[in-house]
């Protein structure tokens, strides 16, 4: 068996036709294929590892160059996707020993976080990850937004397709990227895929200044206005997409919307009917995963106070004994000392991304914590929820 890193052209004829069996229906028609061919352009950026025996693809996993925002600090990080074996050569370790050397690999190539939507999660816990909030999808009727329409704010808000409004839209996101916490983007290979897309995009202004924007289309007359993610840099920017949504009462009977975990659409006005959801299940609705791929490269994220040398176990990437404190609201990390805390790779990160409490890292098994060490790795973590979305 021998494992080797693949060009883009390589793919159609390699890991194509084991994610074509994994992950679609089964056989594929025909033109799929070519439908594939045409999107390979966008993963010309990617790094695909595959296993081969006798010139046949076992197995394979990539990973897209993405950045994303932890705790204040934006970081090259591992979009891990694609990862698949052929079903004759499952339970082999093909994976495992593939997974392993494309998160060796993109740490050389400088990646401090990897993240990824797992099919099973403890699959990839194996691996170090551990599980950050779903997006919530928030279910409305334009009726429950109608006292915005009588208000006056102080913005526009514009709707053209997302071809036309991409380079705006592109633009919010990575505004976002520098300001919120746990927010991620693909590189321009991969997002010039959405630019492609049918739908609209409502974009929020005040001044020239975009501070809002939305992915959608309209289902029907009298149907759903299905919207992506709302995105908005302040209360203001939200409030101007929503009263844009509100002017669609008699037009659409429901609008829906995805969001970070943190926010809360009952508060958007007074007679809200909304259903605020996120269903989790295996193997297509899963949570997103992360984990931290190199501990120094964290130095300088906006952390709490105090300090705390733990030893991270079980672990080739981030394994071994870290002083960690904080200077300033900044966390300082250097190598080595006499850890009075143990934690596993999914255990720090979970700490290192704010999405468990370290109580909750003990009872979860992800770590040995006594009372002063969940103090200190509390005041230094303290919990802060990441928002990482998905484009739908
Ligand atoms: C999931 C999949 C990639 C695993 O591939 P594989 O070649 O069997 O994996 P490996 O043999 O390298 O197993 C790696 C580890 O995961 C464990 N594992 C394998 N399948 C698992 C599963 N379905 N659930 C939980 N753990 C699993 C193995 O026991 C092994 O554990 P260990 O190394 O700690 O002992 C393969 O079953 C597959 O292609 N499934 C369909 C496509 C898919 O779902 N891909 C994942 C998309 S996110």
Redesign the pocket.
């Known amino acids: 068996m021998e494992i080797r890193q693949i060009s883009v052209d390589e793919r159609l004829t390699t890991t194509f036709p084991?994610q074509a069996y994994?992950?679609s229906p089964s056989p594929l028609p025909e033109e799929e294929v070519e439908r594939y061919r045409k999107r390979l352009r966008y993963f010309e950026t990617t790094t695909c590892l595959i296993a081969e025996e006798a010139g046949e693809t076992l197995?394979a996993a990539a990973s897209l160059p993405m950045r994303q925002n932890v705790r204040g600090l934006v970081h090259d990080m591992a979009g891990i996707?694609g990862?698949?074996?052929?079903?004759s050569?499952?339970?082999?370790?093909?994976?495992?020993?593939?997974?392993t050397r494309l998160l060796r690999q993109t740490r050389e190539q400088g990646c401090t976080v990897s993240a990824?939507?797992?099919?099973?999660p403890?699959?990839?816990a194996?691996f170090g990850y551990v599980g950050i909030p779903h997006s919530r999808k928030a279910r409305f009727t334009p009726e429950s937004l109608s006292e915005l329409l009588r208000r006056d704010l102080p913005g526009s808000v514009e709707r053209v397709p997302i071809r036309e409004g991409f380079p705006a839209y592109d633009g919010l996101q990575h505004r976002l990227l520098a300001e919120r916490h746990g927010f991620a983007v693909f590189d321009e290979t991969r997002a010039a895929e959405f630019r492609e897309d049918r739908l609209w995009v409502a974009l929020a202004r005040v001044g020239d200044e975009v501070v809002g924007g939305v992915r959608y289309r309209i289902d029907d007359h009298g149907g759903d206005l299905l919207g992506s993610n709302l995105f908005s840099t302040s209360p203001l920017g939200r409030a101007l997409l929503l009263q844009f949504f509100a002017r669609h009462v008699d037009q659409v009977s429901t609008i829906e919307v995805f969001l970070g975990a943190d926010e809360f659409p009952e508060l958007w006005g007074t007679d809200m009917t909304v259903t605020t959801s996120a269903t989790v299940d295996s193997?297509n609705h899963n949570a997103p995963m992360v984990r931290v791929l190199d501990v120094p490269g964290l130095a300088g994220s906006l952390v709490g106070s105090g300090g705390i040398t733990v030893e991270v176990v079980g672990d080739e990437l981030i394994g071994g004994v870290w002083e960690l404190g904080a200077d300033d609201g900044q966390l300082t990390v250097k190598p080595g000392g006499t850890p009075s805390a143990t934690l596993t790779a999914g255990g720090f990160s979970a700490l290192a991304y704010g999405a468990l409490d370290p109580a909750e890292v003990v009872t979860r098994g992800l770590g040995e914590l006594d009372a002063d060490a969940m103090g200190r790795l509390g005041a230094l973590f303290p919990r802060r929820m990441p928002y990482l979305f998905a484009e739908f």
Do not use: D, I, N
């Not at 990824?116 to 099973?120: A, C, K």
């Open positions: 084991l994994a992950f197995a996707a990862v698949v074996s052929h079903p050569a499952r339970r082999r370790g093909l994976v495992r020993e593939l997974l990824l939507y797992p099919f099973r403890s699959f990839y194996r193997p």
